[in-house]
């Protein structure tokens, strides 16, 4: 059984079929990266995943069950937003522990998750700032961190890093790495980057108009591709 299972899981959009029957399975602990062109249905599958669109069809199990109809915040998963989405007029304490004070938690308890959170994202000397006074990075692990204090058994990343500069991305995605080292959980991850796939990624899922193409190891992937879509689009020799 895997952590997370798509089974003819399908989407519409009036008309338009954007994911045709789709089965996925996602085991516990693993990263997953969601791999395509712009259009591909990368967003939709993320979003029906954390129940932020309802499916057109077929069912999506966690740990077993059945979360097809599941509110989002019934799901036990996280999404990460790009940083832009944190407060500005908030300190990143309160930023980090938005989500449980909404949860209705008392202050010392949300004080110490922040603070542990704020441990695992070396943010513990910012926590009083507030995201105007941080550097890109350190924006985007609030923005991470905001997710964590929730413990969730999955995190599920949009393109996170794609509105920072080319060398922040390429440090962020090392500490994305380490922190799926670190916590051992299952995330799902989302980007249109054949790099960020290939270097973070356990299991790569390459999508074209909905559909997959392949799931398999970077190595896999690079070594016996698919076709030629697949072949073209990690830049394997085929
Ligand atoms: P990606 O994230 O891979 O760039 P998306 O999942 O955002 O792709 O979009 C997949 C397809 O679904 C696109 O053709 C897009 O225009 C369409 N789409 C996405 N969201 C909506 C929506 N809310 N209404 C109508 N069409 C949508
Ligand atoms: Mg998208």
Redesign the pocket.
């Known amino acids: 059984m895997g952590h997370i299972e798509l089974k003819g899981v399908t989407?519409r959009?009036?008309e338009?079929e954007?994911i045709p029957p789709l089965d996925l399975t996602i085991g516990k602990g693993e990263f997953v990266v969601?791999v395509?062109?712009?259009?591909?249905?990368?967003?939709?599958?993320?979003?029906l995943i954390a129940g932020l669109?309802d499916t057109s069809g077929g069912r999506i199990e966690i740990d077993g069950k059945d979360a097809t109809g599941l509110p989002p915040a019934k799901r036990g998963l996280a999404m990460v937003f790009q940083s832009y989405a944190l407060y500005p007029h908030m300190s990143v304490r309160r930023n980090i522990g938005f989500p449980l004070k909404m949860a209705g938690l008392d202050k010392a308890a949300i004080d110490a998750k922040v603070e542990a959170a704020a441990k695992v994202l070396n943010l513990g000397a910012y926590l009083d700032r507030r995201p105007g006074q941080l550097s890109g990075g350190q924006r985007q692990r609030v923005a991470i961190g905001r997710a964590i204090v929730r413990s969730p058994s999955a995190f599920l990343f949009?393109?996170p890093l794609s509105n920072l500069d080319a060398a922040l991305r390429v440090n962020m995605r090392l500490e994305i790495s380490e922190l799926h080292q670190t916590l051992k959980t299952t995330m799902i991850y989302?980007t249109?980057d054949q790099v960020e796939a290939m270097t973070m990624a356990d299991k790569i899922v390459v999508?074209q108009a909905?559909r997959i193409e392949q799931v398999g190891s970077p190595l896999d992937l690079y070594r016996a591709p698919a076709n030629r879509f697949v072949a073209g689009f990690i830049g394997s020799p085929r």
Not at 38 to 47: A, E, P, Q
């Open positions: 989407k959009f009036g338009a954007v969601f395509g062109p712009s259009g591909c249905g990368k967003s939709t599958l993320l979003r669109e949009d393109e989302v249109h999508l909905g």
